[in-house]
């Protein structure tokens, strides 16, 4: 697996072995062992999600306060725009912004520790999205920051307006949201 700092303080952009041949490819989606090895990664995920969406999807920016999730992120169908907001206001890369595009073909992963708030845009005419999470979803715990908040100036790759649930368009800016310690 190769590691790849991202520009947030322990959020990286991992890459696995990938065997392929005429026939297809195997990779290992998570081997516990390896992350631990290669990235330093010490989880115990709790909960898998996965989600569908269309074209112009903008889900986000979400994170959990008094219950953060640590995610292991990845794109199995399509690709996608994936964005972190580092929210520990004790982390050296606080406030920062990392993007990375996760799609199939490139089978990148995204290790987002507890603290960050998350969010991407589908970019291919739909994604399938896979999260391993490190603690329950706990929707009294949720918030959102606004994604096109200016102070983060996140270089969303939009044409248009993007498609928002009526939870994303009621993101508050960075400036005023609850943020960790």
């Known amino acids: 697996m190769k590691v790849i700092a991202s520009e947030i303080h322990d959020a990286l952009i991992l890459e696995p072995r990938v065997f392929g041949d005429a026939r297809g490819f195997f990779l290992e989606s998570?081997?516990?062992r390896a992350l631990e090895e290669a990235?330093?990664?010490r989880a115990e995920?709790?909960?898998?999600?996965h989600s569908r969406s269309a074209r112009g999807v903008l889900r986000g920016l979400h994170y959990q306060l008094g219950r953060p999730q640590g995610k292991l992120v990845r794109v199995?169908?399509?690709s996608v725009f994936d964005v972190a907001v580092d929210l520990r206001r004790g982390s050296p890369s606080f406030g920062r912004v990392a993007c990375v595009e996760l799609s199939e073909e490139?089978?990148?992963m995204f290790w987002l520790p507890p603290g960050l708030a998350h969010g991407?845009?589908?970019?291919?005419?739909?994604?399938?999205?896979l999260y391993k999470a490190t603690d329950y979803y706990a929707p009294a715990e949720e918030r959102?920051?606004?994604?096109?908040d200016a102070e983060l100036a996140i270089?969303?790759?939009?044409a248009g307006e993007p498609i928002l649930s009526a939870k994303d368009r009621q993101g508050l800016p960075f400036a005023v949201a609850e943020l960790f310690p």
């Open 39 to 41: 990235a330093g990664i």
């Open 30 to 32: 998570y081997n516990k």
């Open 45 to 49: 995920f709790v909960q898998d999600n």
């Open 76 to 78: 199995t169908a399509g």
């Open 106 to 108: 490139n089978k990148r």
């Open 144 to 148: 959102c920051i606004l994604w096109n």
């Open 155 to 158: 270089p969303w790759p939009l």
């Open 120 to 129: 991407f845009l589908v970019t291919s005419a739909s994604a399938d999205f």
